[in-house]
């Protein structure tokens, strides 16, 4: 069992910037495909970046891609999201989600993830 928990999140202008962690607990983190989703209120929980148990791989949705950047630390069993140039439309829960096989740059949807925090608010003014 693994268990997630996020943290970082706050309210920060347009523009501005903001870095979500997310520590693990658990010996087998560095195991672990790590991910993070987010979802607006009234709308599903949507994909947002994606990297391997190696940290070699990564992989974002367009609507981020160039602005938020995904790390890992397995010595400290924590992933990171770093949010640039934040929008509005960034406003959101964002969770953290890991996945058993190990990751994959191609698991973008929420039913491939094993595990789940609870959740983190961002929220960005306009």
């Known amino acids: 069992q693994v268990q997630l928990v996020e943290s970082g999140g706050g309210v920060v202008q347009a523009g501005g910037s903001l870095t979500l962690s997310c520590v693990a607990s658990?010996?087998?983190?560095?195991?672990?495909?790590m991910a993070w989703f987010r979802q607006a209120p009234g709308k599903e929980r949507d994909f947002v970046a994606v990297?391997?148990?190696?940290?070699?791989?990564?992989y974002y949705a367009d609507s981020v891609k160039g602005r938020f950047t995904i790390s890992r630390d397995n010595a400290n069993n924590t992933v990171y999201l770093q949010m640039n140039s934040l929008k509005p439309e960034d406003t959101a829960v964002y969770y953290c989600?890991?996945?058993?096989?190990?990751?994959?740059?191609?698991?973008?949807?929420?039913?491939?993830?094993?595990?789940w925090g609870q959740g983190t608010q961002v929220t960005v003014s306009s």
């Open positions: 989600a890991a996945d058993r096989s190990g990751g994959n740059i191609y698991y973008t949807v929420t039913g491939l993830y094993d595990y």
């Open positions: 658990g010996r087998t983190f560095s195991n672990y495909g």
């Open positions: 990297i391997t148990w190696s940290g070699s791989s990564t």
